[in-house]
């Protein structure tokens, strides 16, 4: 080789040496930034977890492997020199034992990353005390066990498959090292490849039997584990193991096992004898039993099932009902005979007054959009969700709605968009908004009961000593609090108030660490600035979602978090869900989402202010998170620990709701013989929400209610069904999330010979009542949109009332607010329209509801002064911004409420 070449080389070694070094670098400097905030948060044992769990599966794996490999490859390497060298010639030991090395370095890091949480799951198993009634086996063997075992499967197939390629590369490197060849090529003077072929299979038959011996073991492990896989079965007409399954699939696998078996001795006992030939043998009988099972299989199909279908799979139909039921917790929902007598009076009225008060008017979608325009107040504050919660508000239980005021930094003007605005000036959000879901102001929009920039409330619940929020839905970004730099609060008048962290979230920033963290983000500023001092925190994942899936990524999570006013504090709530697709028997959700067991088994808490995350187990009797709880010791605290003032405020989980409600149109039913013929398919209500041709279905929703048998109100979930295809309400699913009964499911069902209108048939009424529609048309005219909003189906006494809000905008303004202008109220066979719900309840029922009719004298007064305050900051920030058009659109509207106070 020329001095070129070896430079060359040279060259490409130092360059990836160097490459080697900087990846191994910023992994150690990732790793620990992660140590660093899993400590900030008590979080230390769940991050060394996996680490630990690594160690003491790959360290004992590697030095197994090592010997095992070592070993091998000298054995290989005497029987190779004996049988085809034939020539003294000592290999190279140190390139064997390097070779070892790295083969064993290689099967170690797979096989750890493959089975260390599998390995977990699998040694901290927990029963589920319920067995599988074709193995009888309980269900943490399919859930814990069965996928370890898989696993294994998977290793042992790739290590064959490794050993075979190993040996094959291992001979050709000997054969190729001896300079020799073999003595009969010397005598002959032969160097063509297909001496070279020849030699080198001179060796093979043993080695051929113990490959395929040890094949047809892994073989016999496979049919051993693919039986148990039967009860995930498609073949038959209902999830899990069918007929067919259990009484001819079942024993073939066995007898394949016990087949493939015997075949992996024979194969090793004819290698070694060098019977070739007879190898072959084991293949054939494997693939003819397989051919012949195939072959029973369709015939039993066809001349015996397919004649008697229900017969045969009726306890296989009874399984997958019952399997089901249990897993998506369902099984225990109660159900209640519902018989309608549509007898509502003004008395029924006064004795569910609490459920009347607390009918949504208002809904959630317009009610974030006026949040954002009238108490956004700045462009960088913004309302990402609304959520719905409950409060005693003059010490009456209040369904209201609430938002929290968000920093979104990003939308800084462009000057102003600079590391330190962005980073160390900007930091937080401030307070939330809340309104009733059941009261309008004298525009058509929700009554404020928590506004302005600081918090302002009558509400003594309500009222919050720390409104500030570094931690939310989209605080996405990192911050650096305690610097030199004063943190922004909020605009007074014209002046801009400032604060300094005081809390105990963040990561100190000591030289070292500020280093690590400069590295960590690629942002040499944080090194560099001289606004950061040793006093300094850096606040990391922020966004709670990211945050609570990087301490607990085994669990799932509802997306829509919602936020809780405690102790005057602002807190937020998650719920955490166990999920598997393990479950035996039980119908997988659907195709996107395959699961077919899932669990509410956890509650996060997340202080917006600190950080603090909190995990609480709600479930006791989930195995999947007892296990969890196993593995993480002291992670899950019991419910019991929660604090009472924010687990008043604890919801079922409206997706988990929603997922039940969805799975119990069809797994209501516990007949097989009617679930076999769907004679009883139910699915969720229909609605027009605005004016969605053809519907759409209706959301869950919360409200505050009386059921029938009940003597005061609830804050319950609730959907109301319709039979398949069908417009009609054959029942509705409540879910408890009050504390005495939470998390119960009751189903109201409506006796045959009860007909009760299903939302759509109302929406239809809606249409063709000639007093209504025509006001609709009236409205909808001259610039205006009327939107429909959500139809209400609520129980009162033993009748049903339908309510529906209606709003209206502007058609032509880009920034419109729709407003409640109509609210639609149907009883029976009447349906009325009038401005307010108290108005439409009293022309049905004669019912005088001074709660519901307008405004005491000097609320109304208030209400007009904060909605002109609200138009002239609104205006001025119009005039801010250039937009001259908002500018005096909003300055006419104010024009207008000044002289209805005026009038007052």
């Known amino acids: 080789m020329n001095k070129r070449g070896v430079s060359k080389g040279i060259l490409f070694s130092v360059i990836a040496i160097i490459i080697i070094i900087i990846v191994l670098f910023l992994s150690m400097n990732h790793f620990y930034v992660d140590y660093l905030w899993f400590k900030s948060l008590g979080y230390t044992d769940v991050f060394m977890k996996e ?97 370890f075992l898989e696993q294994l499967l998977d290793i042992f197939i790739f290590i064959l498959l490794l050993f075979a390629i190993v040996t094959i590369l291992f001979t ?50 496979h049919y051993y584990i693919q039986s148990y896989t ?129 009918i949504p008017i208002n809904d959630y979608r317009p ?49 102003a968009q600079n590391w330190i605005n962005q980073h160390l000036k900007y930091t937080h959000g401030f307070g939330v908004a809340v309104s009733a879901v059941n009261t309008v102001n004298e525009s058509g929009q929700p009554t404020l009961i928590v506004e302005d920039i600081p918090p302002v409330t009558s509400v003594e619940s309500l009222q919050i000593a720390e409104p500030r929020i570094y931690y939310g839905e989209s605080t996405d970004d990192y911050v650096i609090t305690n610097g030199k730099t004063m943190e922004f609060d909020y605009r007074q008048r014209s002046e801009n108030m400032e604060n300094e962290y005081d809390g105990t979230g963040g990561i100190p920033l000591n030289l070292f660490n500020r280093s690590a963290f400069a590295l960590y983000h690629g942002d040499s500023k944080i090194l560099l600035s001289t606004e950061i001092n040793s006093q300094s925190k850096m606040h990391i994942r922020r966004n709670i979602m990211h945050r609570v899936n990087a301490i607990a990524p085994f669990l799932s999570y509802d997306e829509d978090p919602y936020i809780v006013v405690a102790n005057g504090k602002l807190y937020w709530v998650i719920d955490g869900f166990t999920l598997s697709n393990r479950y035996p ?48 010791p002291g992670m899950f605290e019991p419910i019991a620990h929660m604090p009472e003032s924010i687990r008043e405020h604890i919801r079922y989980s409206q997706e988990m709701f929603d997922i039940q409600s969805n799975v119990y149109t069809t797994y209501h039913m516990n007949n097989p013989k009617v679930f076999y013929n769907k004679q009883d398919q139910w699915e969720i209500a229909n609605q027009v929400y605005e004016e969605e041709v053809g519907g759409e279905s209706i959301e869950s929703i919360y409200l505050i209610m009386k059921r029938p048998e009940k003597d005061r109100e609830e804050f319950i979930l609730m959907i109301p069904y319709t039979p398949k295809e069908k ?13 005495e009964e939470f998390g119960k499911l009751v189903v109201y069902k409506f006796t045959k010979q009860n007909l009760a209108y299903g939302p759509m048939q109302i929406e239809q009424r809606i249409d063709q009542d000639t007093n209504i529609s025509p006001q609709l048309t009236l409205l909808g005219q001259q610039g205006s949109q009327i939107m429909r909003g959500n ?15 209606v709003y209206l905008s502007s058609s032509e303004a880009e920034r419109s607010l729709p407003e409640v202008k109509k609210v639609i109220v149907s009883y029976a066979n009447k349906i009325i329209m009038e401005d307010t719900l108290a108005k439409s309840l009293q022309k049905l029922f004669g019912a005088s509801e001074e709660k ?26 119009a005039q801010k911004s250039g937009n001259w058009t908002d500018y005096g659109k909003y300055l006419q509207e104010l024009e207008k409420i000044l002289n209805k106070l005026e009038n007052s």
């Not at 028997?585 to 989402?593: D, G, H, I, R, V």
């Not at 899932?598 to 195995?623: E, H, L, W």
């Not at 417009?727 to 999330?737: H, I, K, S, T």
């Open 51 to 147: 680490f630990v769990t690594k160690i003491q599966v790959s360290v004992p794996l590697f030095i197994l492997s090592l010997l095992f490999f070592v070993l091998y490859l000298k054995i290989l390497t005497k029987s190779i020199l004996k049988r085809i060298l034939q020539v003294k010639f000592r290999p190279n030991t140190r390139l064997i034992a390097l070779f070892g090395i790295a083969i064993s370095f290689l099967v170690t890091a797979i096989t750890t990353n493959s089975i260390w949480y599998d390995y977990l799951k699998f040694k901290n198993t927990v029963h589920f005390n319920v067995k599988d009634p074709l193995f009888n086996k309980d269900i943490s063997f399919f859930i814990f066990q069965l996928p």
């Open 585 to 632: 028997y039980s119908q997988p959700y659907n195709k996107e989402n395959t699961f077919n067991y899932i669990r509410n088994s956890v509650k996060v808490v997340v202080d917006a202010y600190n950080g603090n995350v909190d995990f609480y187990q709600v479930d006791q009797q989930d195995a999947i998170i007892n296990v969890y709880n196993k593995i993480y």
């Open 172 to 221: 050709a490197f000997l054969y190729l090292s001896n300079p020799y060849k073999s003595i009969e090529s010397v005598k002959n003077n032969r160097s063509s490849f297909k001496a070279w072929i020849v030699d080198f299979g001179n060796f093979a038959g043993k080695e051929i039997g113990v490959f395929l011996g040890l094949f047809f073991f892994i073989m016999s492990f």
């Open 727 to 739: 417009d009609n309400l054959v029942g509705w699913m409540l879910a408890m999330n009050d504390k």
């Open 230 to 358: 039967l009860v995930y079965s498609n073949t038959g007409i209902v999830y899990g193991a069918s007929y067919i399954d259990a009484n001819i699939t079942l024993p073939l696998y066995k007898v394949l096992c016990i087949v493939a078996f015997i075949v992996g001795v024979c194969s090793i006992i004819f290698g070694f004898q060098r019977k070739i030939k007879r190898i072959m043998i084991g293949p054939i009988l494997i693939i003819s039993i397989t051919l012949m099972g195939t072959l029973i299989t369709i015939g039993v199909k066809q001349l015996i099932v397919a004649p008697n279908e229900y017969a045969k799979e009726e306890p296989y139909l009874m399984q997958n009902i019952t399997s089901t039921q249990a897993a998506y917790g369902i099984s225990q929902v109660e159900e209640k005979a519902f018989d309608l007598d549509d007898e509502i009076n003004v008395q029924d009225i006064k004795n569910n007054q609490l459920t009347i008060d607390n």
């Open 852 to 877: 519901q009719e307008e405004p005491k004298e000097l609320d109304h007064i208030n209400d007009l002064i904060r909605e002109a305050n609200n138009l002239l900051k609104r205006a001025q920030e």
């Open 367 to 415: 009610t974030l959009d006026m949040y954002n325009s009238i108490q956004g107040f700045r462009i960088y504050y913004e309302f990402n969700d609304v959520d719905i919660d409950r409060y005693y508000i003059d010490g009456k239980y209040t369904q209201v709605f609430i938002s929290a005021r968000e920093m979104n930094n990003q939308k800084l003007e462009d000057k």
């Open 791 to 805: 139809m209400f189906v609520i129980p009162v006494g033993n009748s049903i009332l339908y309510v529906q809000p």
